[in-house]
């Protein structure tokens, strides 16, 4: 009988793994979910206007809209490099 | 006023078309006059699930390129004087669906008919998009299953944002979640995500739930759909779906372990 709990509780896991891997991918869609469409754009044109002064990385660039009650914030970080 | 109901899921393989056959004759059955699309162009297997397959003359794509009338392309359904389906076109590709097209041949049904359910393709794109996109409600099927799940969050962003009731800032489309292939024996052993779980991460209400069901073959290799089979624990769970739909109240079925009795252990299942 304890062989047979054993085994049941080791094979409970599966069902919540998916269910908490589920939780973080849909947190992350509905993330995105209100971003305008422009959003994609936006952060290119930004990063190419960027570049023309500093040498960033591709992946330097993380924009969010934000929306708090009657108004939406426009997050923009950029890792500069370290100036050697 | 019709009500224009949308059976989709993203994934493919769900059970979209089986669900879209199978409420469609429920509530054929329940008296309601009742039309089903299918919007998989190029891909149409509406026709086989519903057993008319040999009757199809004309079908949507015809109907929206000005070929064929309307009451040309419909299908009478043999079972019920209540249901009439609209097959898709097998040549053309989904290209040939328009927006204003499909809002016209939307529009003319709903002179005549109390439900229009159309039957998506699988995917996101376009066919997808034009399935839903005058839809008052959608019934999203999803399987206990990771892809399943979180295809059906990215459709649920879309009826958000895509839709004519979104774009025109109406009400927004109505979303239940339709639960299917759900297997109470490997809930119990933790190898499927149970009920409880998909609807706290899909965070919809859940209009039903079918069970993994040897009926659902059945009725796809004979073309009658399960909803005729009422021996059936599928068929049943169709059946309370529907009503659910038409505002009954039904306690959940069919989702808890069945203790096989002494006698089923020893002569096995029985037909299900």
Redesign the interface.
Same mark, same amino acid.
């Given at each position: 009988m304890k062989l047979l709990e054993f085994l /049941?509780r080791e !094979? /409970? /896991? #599966? @069902? #919540?793994v @998916? /269910?908490e !891997?589920?939780?973080i991918?849909?947190a992350h869609? !509905?993330g995105q979910?209100g971003q305008p469409d422009y959003m994609p754009m936006l952060e290119r044109e930004l990063l190419e206007v960027i570049r023309r002064y500093v040498e960033v990385e591709q992946d330097a660039i993380n924009i969010s809209l934000d929306s708090e009650d009657d108004c939406s914030v426009l997050e923009l970080n950029v890792t500069l490099p370290n100036r050697g | 006023m019709a009500r224009i109901i949308v059976v989709t899921s993203g994934k493919g393989g769900v059970g979209k078309t089986t669900s879209a056959a199978a409420i469609a004759t429920g509530l054929a059955l329940r008296g309601n006059k009742t039309v089903v699309i299918d919007f998989d162009v190029g891909l149409r297997n509406l026709d086989l699930i519903m057993g008319c397959e040999r009757r199809v003359v004309y079908d949507l794509v015809n109907v929206i390129q000005g070929e064929a009338g309307l009451n040309q392309a419909l299908i009478r359904d043999k079972r019920s004087d209540h249901l009439y389906i609209l097959p898709a076109s097998q040549t053309r590709d989904k290209d040939a669906l328009t927006l204003e097209g499909v809002e016209q041949v939307l529009e003319k049904l709903a002179e005549d008919f109390d439900y229009i359910v159309c039957d998506s393709p699988a995917g996101i794109e376009r066919g997808a998009q034009l399935a839903m996109y005058f839809a008052d409600e959608a019934i999203v099927v999803t399987n206990p299953e990771v892809s399943s799940v979180r295809d059906s969050d990215r459709i649920l962003g879309l009826l958000a944002s895509k839709t004519r009731r979104a774009e025109q800032a109406q009400d927004p489309v109505v979303e239940r979640l339709l639960i299917t292939r759900y297997d109470p024996n490997r809930v119990d052993s933790g190898d499927m995500l149970n009920l409880e779980d998909i609807q706290e991460i899909l965070a919809i209400k859940l209009i039903g739930l079918i069970p993994e069901s040897e009926a659902v073959l059945r009725a796809s290799n004979s073309g009658v759909p399960v909803t005729h089979d009422q021996d059936s624990d599928a068929g049943q769970a169709y059946s309370d779906t529907v009503a659910r739909l038409l505002g009954d109240e039904k306690p959940l079925r069919f989702h808890q372990l069945q203790k096989k009795s002494f006698l089923s252990r020893i002569f096995g299942g029985g037909r299900r």
């Open positions: /049941k !094979r /409970k /896991k #599966s @069902a #919540s @998916a /269910k !891997r589920l939780q991918i849909v869609q !509905r979910r | -």
